[in-house]
Each structure stands twice: as structure tokens, then as C-alpha cells.
């Protein structure tokens, strides 16, 4: 097995490596998706639209649902797999951009998931704003090579332009929805209708031919909505859907109390994280209760809970009443990488430092992003640090034991800390109150740099999970753009969860 990030330097992709094959699996022509430009920003406004006029998520997740129920879908939404007891899957989080990152994850996920049974994908499937046209290169042809079917949730990216590409490729090509009566005037509903992003009348035009890279019969999934629950072997996998704002509708929430009865282990995948950045999110439910209550309920005997959204690998094995549940952040399949470094020293729910585990490693995210401001500032010379250097600064603010070893030339000076400092780099609790610049929110919110390096490393992931009828063992693997990488990708992180 290669070494990890956890071993090695060269194991995390820094060093002179050889550059990976995965360019060759790229179109020809590549649009490079920044989230800084305000064309994107303006398509993708309709996240901040429902935060102000009110959310229309939900009905229109109603009607999706309904139009499927019509259409001859399960009552139960259920698919029911013929899986032996023993099988293994993967899951991919957040992976539409298309560029250079979401490339570099195939080579690695076609070697490690060669013998997989199927696939899911947690969350933002197409980036900026899930058009149908930007399914032939965002999804079709990135996986084409992939031999077995791919189950997917939205994320509030796919919900942009209402659903309507994401319902075309994953739910039996869902005509689109009939339009609304116009709402009252001068009323939020009004104003916000106004604003909304839609889709171009002719988007989907690429449709059919993309479809031809994935047209193998082992290939094709039908699922019976947003959400579903796959029965495969002995486990339950429940996949909701948490739209613009991360919250599930009553008819949703009341469907995933169904499912989630009865004394088969359960898995869910959700969009939004219940547990991320050192914090709880129990995702709340309308009309009451959350999603991390169906969670702990021992009755329903789910043992994981995995959530995109959050561009990184994370995981929090919490105890639940004396049984253990991992809750874990799989947003790395694509997407530009959520900074690890940000994250303060751990302390939540029972977990510690020394239960969490991350990928990146806080240090070479620190190393990663200082290179890339260094770059962008010109300022090179002053902001960019060593992965050595990066890494004993953070376990210096952290107060944490490093991931790994930092090195003995690796030196901690006034100019590193003022750069992790600028960076967002996180702090240990009681050192929380102290003055520091207020730049984390800016840093991670407004400054992120969307798909801003096309060249290693890129510090992607993807999880295999192998099912057996008395325990799963979930492995993050790692995608950096490195041609080692590529071909034995290494285990940043490895879990046996015994079922019930």
C-alpha cells in the first residue's frame, strides 16, 4: 500500500511527483469555473433569494415527488438491490465542477472501486447551478468508465435552477414541472420570483448524446425521486434531500421516519453534514424534530451518517447511548478543497482531537492555501510556507500532536504565525476569546478560491465502504493529481463500524 499523507510528504502529493494520467480523461476544450467571477455568483443567486423571500424548496420538491408517484415510482421509494451479504460501494461528494479536480479523483476511483457494486454521489452533482447541458462533462464523461450504477442526492448547487437537470438524469428523464400561477404581487413570493434564476429554455439540447457515454446496461440506475432508500445486502442506505437552506420538509421528514423503523442497519447520506468544522448540525425538520433525532434513535440502528456540501474529508465518532455513530463529511470528490486548517481544536459532542480525523491534514492545507495567496498577492516569499513549516505552526496553535512528523528544520517564527493567522487558521478553545483578525468568515466564505490551481496536489478524496453481514469498513482514499496516487490510492483515513 503507498503511503498516506499521515506517512509522508511525498505521500500527501508534495515533492517533485509525476503528474497523473487523469489530464488525458479531460474534454478538449475545459470552461475553468471560478467562484470569484460575478457572472457565477449571479446565476447562483437563488440560495441567498430563499434566505430572503422564503423558501420554495419544499413544494417543489412536492410536486417532483408527485409527478414521480404518477409516473409509477415506489410508494416507499425504495430500491430494492439484489446484493449478496458481502459487497462494497463507494461514495463520491460534490463533484461537478469539471476541471482539472474532479478529474484527478477517476483514475483512483475507477482502481479502488473496480469491483464495487454501485455508486452514490453526496451533494452537488453539477456546478454552478445543476444545468443539464453541463452533465456531459461534469458527469457523464467523467464516469463513463465506471461499470455499475450511480444513485445520487442533490445538494443546494443541483437546485439552482430547480431540480429540473437533476430529475432528467437520475429520475427516468422527469418531464419538466408545469409552471405556477404567478404569485401576488408586492408579497416576498412576488419579489423573489422576480430575482430567481431559471433555466435557458433550450438547456438539456446535449442531453442525449452525453447519455451515450454511460449507456451500458450495468450502468443504468432509475431512482424514484430526490430522495430514496436503497435496500443492498444487509444494510439500509437513505439518501434525503436538504435543498437550498440544508432543512427537510415535513413530507420528507415524515417519509425518513418511515424508512429509517425496524432493526436492519441503516447508513444515511445527506447534503448537509450533520457534524462538520467542529460543530453540530442536527438539521431540522419542519414541523418539528430533526434529522440527527431519526439518527440517535436506537430503535432505527443507523450506524453512519455521511453528508457532502463541505469540500473535505472529516469524521466524528460519536456515542450515542453506549453505541458508537460515525458521522462523516464526504464533500471531496471534485469541488475546490474546503481549507481542514480553519478547524479549531476539537470538542464536540464527546469527540476530541484524538477521536477526529481530517483530510487534507490541517498542516498541508495550511502549506496549500498559503502557496496559493502567495500566488495571487505576489507575495510569495512572505506568505508562502513549507508543508513542515505549516504543519508545526498548526499543532503550535492548536496545541495538537502533528498528523504527521514536521520535520527538525521545520521552525516556527513570527512571520509563520502571522501567516497561519492571516490564513484562518483555527485555535484551541480557551484561546477562542483573544483578539485575532476577524478574517476566518472572509477567508472561508468570500475568498475561496473555486477551481483557482490546476495542478497538483489537490488533496481530493472518495470513500469504499465493504459490507459484511457483521461489520462495514469505510475507507477515505486519497486523489492528489499524482500519478503514484492514481495507481495505488493510498487510505488517508480506515473505520470498521460493527452492525447490530
Same mark, same amino acid.
Given at each position: ?6 506517512? /509522508?510528504?511525498? &505521500? ?23 467562484? =470569484?467571477?460575478?457572472? /457565477? ?10 434566505? @430572503? ?37 463507494? $461514495? ?9 479536480? *474532479? ?43 465506471? +461499470? ?14 430547480? =431540480? ?25 413570493? @412576488? ?28 450502468? *443504468?440506475?432509475? +431512482? ?89 474529508? +472529516? ?9 458508537? $455513530? +460515525?458521522?462523516?463529511?464526504? &464533500? ?28 487534507? =491534514? ?76 476577524? $478574517? ?40 492528489? &493529481?499524482?500519478?503514484? *496516487?492514481? $495507481? ?13
Amino acid at each position: 500500500m503507498s503511503d498516506s499523507s499521515r506517512d /509522508t510528504a511525498e &505521500g500527501a502529493g508534495w515533492g517533485a511527483a509525476e503528474r497523473g494520467a487523469y489530464s488525458a480523461l479531460l474534454p478538449q476544450r475545459t470552461e475553468k469555473l471560478s467562484w =470569484l467571477s460575478p457572472k /457565477t455568483l449571479w446565476a447562483a443567486r437563488n440560495g441567498v433569494l430563499a434566505s @430572503w423571500f422564503g423558501d420554495p424548496t419544499g413544494r417543489t420538491r412536492g410536486r417532483w415527488v408527485a409527478q414521480r408517484a404518477a409516473a409509477g415510482a415506489p410508494a416507499d421509494k425504495v430500491i430494492r438491490r439484489d446484493d449478496p451479504d458481502r459487497f462494497s460501494f463507494l $461514495v463520491i461528494g460534490d463533484t461537478g465542477e469539471g476541471g482539472d479536480p *474532479q478529474y484527478a479523483v477517476v483514475p483512483g476511483l475507477l482502481e479502488a472501486g473496480r469491483d464495487t457494486r454501485f455508486a452514490v454521489l453526496a451533494s452537488d452533482v453539477i456546478y454552478p447551478v445543476g444545468s443539464a447541458d453541463d452533465y456531459g462533462t461534469k458527469f457523464f464523461r467523467p464516469y463513463r468508465d465506471y +461499470q455499475a450504477p450511480i444513485y445520487a442526492i442533490p445538494g443546494n448547487h443541483d437546485w439552482y435552477e430547480d =431540480l429540473g437537470g437533476f430529475m432528467r438524469v437520475f429520475c427516468d428523464d422527469a418531464p419538466p414541472l408545469p409552471p405556477e400561477p404567478a404569485p401576488r404581487p408586492l408579497t416576498p413570493a @412576488w419579489l423573489r420570483s422576480l430575482l430567481w434564476h431559471r433555466p435557458r429554455p433550450d438547456d438539456g439540447r446535449h442531453l442525449d448524446e452525453a447519455r451515450k457515454m454511460r449507456s451500458a446496461p450495468a450502468q *443504468q440506475a432509475v +431512482q424514484p425521486g430526490p430522495y430514496w432508500a436503497v435496500d443492498a445486502g444487509p444494510v439500509r442506505i437513505i439518501g434525503i434531500d436538504t435543498g437550498l437552506l440544508g432543512t427537510v420538509d415535513a413530507a420528507q421528514g415524515a417519509w425518513l421516519r418511515e424508512v429509517s423503523a425496524g432493526p436492519r442497519p441503516k447508513i444515511l447520506v445527506t447534503g448537509s453534514p450533520l457534524y462538520v468544522d467542529g460543530e453540530h448540525h442536527p438539521c431540522p425538520i419542519e414541523g418539528g424534530g430533526t434529522v440527527d433525532d431519526i439518527v440517535r434513535d436506537p430503535g432505527h440502528h443507523y450506524v453512519a451518517a455521511i453528508g457532502g456540501d463541505i469540500h473535505n474529508y +472529516q469524521r466524528y465518532p460519536v456515542d450515542v447511548d453506549g453505541r458508537t $455513530v +460515525q458521522y462523516v463529511v464526504a &464533500g471531496g470528490g471534485g469541488a475546490f478543497t474546503h481549507a481542514t486548517h480553519t478547524i479549531p481544536r476539537v470538542s464536540v459532542a464527546g469527540v476530541t482531537e484524538q477521536d477526529f480525523r481530517c483530510y487534507p =491534514l490541517r498542516g498541508d492545507s495550511l502549506a496549500f492555501y498559503s502557496g496559493l495567496y502567495g500566488r495571487r498577492l505576489r507575495l510569495r516569499r512572505f506568505f508562502t510556507l513549507t508543508e513542515a513549516e505549516a504543519t508545526a505552526v498548526v499543532a503550535e496553535r492548536l496545541g495538537i500532536r502533528p498528523g504527521r512528523a514536521p520535520g527538525t528544520t521545520a521552525r516556527v517564527t513570527r512571520r509563520t504565525r502571522l501567516v497561519a493567522g492571516l490564513l484562518g487558521t483555527g485555535r484551541r478553545p480557551d484561546r477562542r476569546k483573544r483578539f485575532r483578525l476577524p $478574517v476566518r468568515k472572509i477567508y472561508t466564505q468570500l475568498f475561496s478560491p473555486g477551481s483557482a490551481t490546476y495542478s497538483p496536489p489537490f488533496f481530493k478524496c472518495f470513500l469504499r465502504l465493504d459490507v459484511t453481514p457483521d461489520a462495514i469498513r469505510l475507507r477515505c482514499h486519497a486523489a492528489t &493529481g499524482n500519478r503514484a *496516487q492514481e $495507481v495505488d490510492p493510498p487510505v488517508e483515513d480506515e473505520v470498521t463500524i460493527p452492525l447490530p
